[in-house]
């Protein structure tokens, strides 16, 4: 089966961890683009849904981590932005636990356009930041 989200080397932000993270989250996104294709049960959906919520804060902890780290001006707004995302996460839990499982499309079109906003956009910025203080 193709792959939902490709990892394009656009997407680095150049912090190797990071990177590396944001790579495993794709592959988080294109497992459960894939079990929803499929046709799975919902115990298997679960699954991978679980694995999703899991490594999302995971990861949002390690970039907040280093946000406190470098003193990043936009820590705030960064924030923010990853309690958007868990909110909509829950609220699709909430609504695939109440039967719609309809919204697969719906799910996978807003975690692939999240991510490559979040990506490309502010992470980047912090990217930058974190290398312009590496290099003082």
């Known amino acids: 089966m193709d792959e939902f989200f490709v990892w394009s080397e656009e997407y ?8 590396k993270q944001h790579k495993i989250l794709i592959n988080i996104i294109n497992e459960l683009n894939n ?6 049960d919902k115990d ?3 699954k991978v849904f679980d694995a999703l919520k899991v490594y999302v804060q995971k ?11 470098y003193q990043f001006p936009q820590t705030s707004e960064h924030h923010n932005e990853h309690q958007q995302l ?6 699709f839990e909430k609504r695939m ?7 697969g499309i719906e799910l996978m079109e807003f975690l692939k356009n999240w991510l ?10 912090l990217g ?4 312009q203080q590496d290099d003082k």
């Open 12 to 19: 680095s932000i150049g912090v190797p961890a990071i990177d």
């Open 35 to 40: 079990i929803l294709m499929s046709g799975a």
């Open 44 to 46: 298997d959906i679960d």
């Open 59 to 69: 990861h949002f902890s390690y970039e907040e981590s280093l946000m406190d780290k």
């Open 86 to 91: 868990v909110e909509k996460v829950l609220d």
């Open 97 to 103: 636990n109440n039967g719609n499982f309809m919204i």
């Open 116 to 125: 490559m906003h979040h990506v490309c956009e502010v992470d980047m910025q």
């Open 128 to 131: 930058q930041f974190i290398q």
